[in-house]
């Protein structure tokens, strides 16, 4: 199970970018080198002029962040770019105090190719902790950030089994949708949520 959650939060100035800037990072085109530090997820949702950007480890928010300032200035925008961790024993998004980035390989890759995603939005961290664990084994390799709990499937029908499987075990308020992996980007897969925090 992931204990540790980042985020990298992109305040545009200008709120109608913020739809903009989150296709352009989901379907940004990264370098080998970004894909590697990057890993294989990271969570992409949208409040208005906020774009947020949920990842797994220390190394893969600073990746996150500076593939960000790159599309903001390439866009001419301006915005401020925080890169915060989930503090759980305060239970808040917290800036990090002297902490170095861990290596780059605390999420290996998988080897097999996943094509379809399914996803799950949950209320609360601990929600979607508790699906992460129910959902672990018993499927496609499992990834929680922050709300978000996706699931790696070879087939749409694989996919489509697993929402099907599951559904009456998801807690009230969850969410679930099955969608392509997006196209081109094979890893880090970026999955585009519009939501609300």
């Known amino acids: 199970m992931n204990g540790d959650e980042w985020r990298v939060e992109i305040d545009l100035d200008d709120e109608q970018h913020g739809y903009g800037l989150g296709e352009r990072f989901r379907s940004h085109d990264l370098d080998d080198e970004a894909r590697k530090r990057l890993g294989r997820r990271a969570i992409v949702s949208r409040d208005g002029p906020r774009v947020f950007l949920y ?5 893969q ?11 903001v200035a390439a866009e001419d925008l301006t915005a401020d770019i925080d890169v915060t961790r989930w503090d759980a024993e305060t239970e808040e998004w917290v800036y990090p105090t002297g902490e170095s980035a861990e290596s780059v390989d605390d999420e290996p890759l998988a080897e097999e190719d996943y094509p379809w995603l399914f996803t799950i939005e949950l209320e609360s961290r601990g929600d979607a902790a508790e699906v992460e664990e129910l959902l672990r084994g018993a499927a496609g390799p499992v990834h929680r950030r922050w709300h978000y709990v996706t699931v790696d499937a070879r087939t749409e029908d694989d996919a489509n089994e697993l929402a099907n499987r599951f559904r009456d075990q998801l807690p009230d308020g969850a969410k679930m949708w099955v969608e392509a992996n997006p196209e081109g980007i094979p890893n880090p897969a970026f999955v585009y949520l519009e939501s609300r925090l």
Not at 55 to 59: D, K, L, P, R, W
Request: aromatic fraction near 0%; glycine fraction near 6%; hydrophobic fraction near 40%.
């Open 55 to 59: 990842t797994g480890t220390e190394a």
């Open 61 to 71: 928010a600073r990746e996150a962040e500076r593939i960000a300032r790159e599309l």
